[in-house]
């Protein structure tokens, strides 16, 4: 059982309060959804009960890095820049194409490893370019989560491409849908916030990966490109880790975009559900 999702519940029946705490899980292809029930109050000692019902997912977690690293530590060091070059040439298709670029994973294969400029827009085709390298780098070295760190991806990704936003938090209100992002007078004091929380948890690091991720994208701290370096985000939290990385790919765009419009407790669902349903094979 991989329990991924847990909340509260509490049932009126007459003048008494019933609380139950639900659990869903996936069995195969189908979600189970299962509930304890805890007591007419909220016992004190929840948090160990819901950590009792977390234990399987991060036993299931815990695997899949073991199993990661000993397949990766098989591999020659030729072989291993091999294999992140395609990792590169996959997540650059797949985050640049959620954003509209007009590259196929053909064209980012000729880009990335031909160096052959396919006759596509140019500003495509540069942030392509600047995207794998950024990548490459990001996976090459580990640096503490910083601002200066977030500014730099910006700017190295965009600086050719979009030299107004590049390297730089937006300074004026910004609107995503529906979504109204935080006033720009704040950016700088949520961004701290972020990378706080990302240098100072303990929790899993794909959990942390997946929080960070949403919070960084309810900030929407640039004009442009936030959604490519809130999946470099994520992803650099679980390499630095030793997790297996996560592509959101562009097909499954629409379930990705409709569980960030969730609260936080439910887009970590929908990650935890994706990145063991993407690494099952190292489980």
């Not at 509930?35 to 997912?57: A, H, S, T, W």
């Not at 490459?136 to 977030?150: C, G, I, P, V």
């Amino acid at each position: 059982m991989v329990v991924y999702y847990m909340r509260i519940i509490k049932r009126k029946k007459g003048n008494l309060e019933y609380f139950y705490l639900q659990h869903s899980y996936r069995d195969g292809n189908r979600v189970i959804t299962k509930e304890r029930y805890i007591g007419k109050e909220i016992p004190q000692n929840i948090e160990k009960i819901e950590e009792e019902l977390k234990v399987d997912l991060y036993g299931k977690l815990a695997k899949i890095k073991e199993n990661f690293q000993k397949e990766w530590q098989k591999y020659p060091e030729s072989v291993k820049e091999k294999e992140k070059e395609q990792i590169a040439i996959a997540f650059t298709y797949n985050t640049n194409a959620i954003e509209g670029s007009t590259i196929t994973l053909e064209d980012a294969q000729e880009i990335i490893h031909d160096k052959v400029s396919p006759k596509k827009s140019l500003r495509d085709v540069k942030e392509t370019e600047a995207h794998s390298k950024v990548f490459l780098d990001m996976l090459a070295k580990r640096e503490e989560m910083s601002n200066d760190l977030m500014l730099r991806w910006c700017k190295e990704i965009f600086g050719e491409t979009k030299p107004d936003i590049a390297g730089k938090y937006r300074d004026y209100p910004v609107r995503v849908g529906n979504y109204r992002a935080p006033d720009w007078q704040d950016v700088k004091g949520l961004m701290n916030k972020l990378i706080q929380f990302i240098n100072e948890n303990k929790i899993n690091p794909v959990e942390l990966s997946a929080k960070a991720h949403y919070r960084f994208e309810r900030v929407h701290p640039f004009g442009d490109g936030n959604g490519r370096i809130g999946r470099l985000l994520m992803n650099y939290i679980l390499w630095h880790n030793k997790y297996p990385m996560l592509i959101i790919e562009y097909k499954k765009r629409r379930t990705y975009y409709k569980a960030l419009q969730k609260d936080e407790e439910g887009f970590v669902s929908y990650f935890l559900r994706r990145y063991l349903a993407v690494h099952k094979k190292k489980k």
